[in-house]
């Protein structure tokens, strides 16, 4: 086993730990708000990470997922797992729509689409009565797991979206490691070869935007239960921004990185909540700093750095055997 699956493994060992932890080292409710937002920036990462298509739309379906959830426990009363069952679907069919209308774009032309689309949802949202507009979706209920197991208490709920983010994550973890996600991969780097072995890469960028826009909608799906409100700012079009950031300064096009990117980011935003609109100006700071120095970003810098590593060792055991058979 190499030095750099090590590092992988270590990594998601460290990832596992921490999600266990972190309710006893945290208040609760800032652990919850990091694993949501640690699921948004790997759905993001499924499609900018291993496609090569970078979206600035992605709020749309992390919002649309809080409202459709947050209406359907709150007005319809259904149970929480349908309720955010309902969230993810709601924004998988919305992705349909984003990606049959973007896709057979590149660049910063389909990054510019899934924009304007997600400013249309916006509007949309803020006009729409069940929202509640800038007031929000305020009361929404947690209910009860399965009918009987209440998920009012803070632990309970922490261990419920732990599930929740963990089988996500494993979802991805099955994608990237599947044969679809070999194509997806092979489109990124060369999408002409691609088409030219006889793959269908416009159908395996629509699946895979779809899949990225469900993942983003249980995500925040969940945030909305967690906190018990939506509102415009889970959809507004800077918030398209947090997987963007997380997925950069973790290391994109990795599986820990996003993670580790959207707990840096949170954990920013919570200690430096005092600073008001100066929390921006930090956080892009980080940014520059990450961009300039670590261009794989954390994690994928690791990992770059031990693959080199590796690749010089033989080279250097064979210049230690030549200088030894010298001497003798």
Request: aromatic share 14%.
């Amino acid at each position: 086993m190499t030095s750099t699956s090590n590092l992988r493994i270590a990594g998601w060992l460290f990832v596992a730990v921490a999600a266990v932890a972190a309710p006893f080292l945290f208040h609760p409710l800032f652990a919850m708000q990091i694993l949501c937002f640690a699921l948004f920036a790997a759905a993001f990462n499924l499609l900018a990470g291993y496609l090569g298509l970078i979206s600035f739309g992605h709020a749309a379906f992390f919002g649309l997922g809080a409202y459709i959830s947050g209406y359907a426990v709150k007005a319809w009363q259904w149970p929480t797992e349908l309720g955010i069952l309902a969230g993810m679907i709601g924004a998988g069919a919305v992705g349909v729509v984003f990606g049959f209308l973007a896709i057979r774009r590149h660049g910063v032309y389909f990054a510019m689409i899934t924009l304007a689309l997600a400013q249309l949802i916006y509007f949309i949202c803020h006009q729409a009565p069940f929202t509640g507009g800038e007031d929000g979706m305020a009361g929404i209920p947690r209910g009860y797991l399965f009918g009987f197991i209440s998920l009012s208490n803070n632990l309970v709920m922490y261990c419920f979206v732990l599930a929740i983010v963990s089988a996500g994550l494993l979802v991805i973890y099955r994608i990237v490691h599947s044969p679809f996600g070999l194509l997806l991969q092979a489109i990124r780097d060369n999408d002409r070869r691609a088409t030219s072995l006889g793959y269908e890469i416009e159908r395996a960028k629509l699946v895979a935007f779809i899949l990225s826009a469900a993942l983003t909608g249980l995500a925040g799906a969940t945030k909305a239960i967690v906190f018990q409100f939506a509102s415009q700012t889970d959809i507004l079009w800077s918030t398209s921004g947090i997987p963007v950031l997380a997925s950069l300064i973790g290391g994109i096009g990795t599986l820990s990185g996003p993670v580790i990117g959207a707990a840096v980011m949170v954990a920013l935003e919570n200690l430096l909540g005092g600073l008001g609109q100066w929390v921006f100006f930090v956080q892009g700071a980080i940014f520059v700093f990450v961009v300039m120095f670590f261009r794989r970003g954390i994690y994928g810098e690791l990992l770059a750095s031990l693959e080199r590593r590796r690749k010089l060792r033989p080279v250097s055991d064979k210049v230690e055997l030549k200088v030894a058979a010298a001497q003798h």
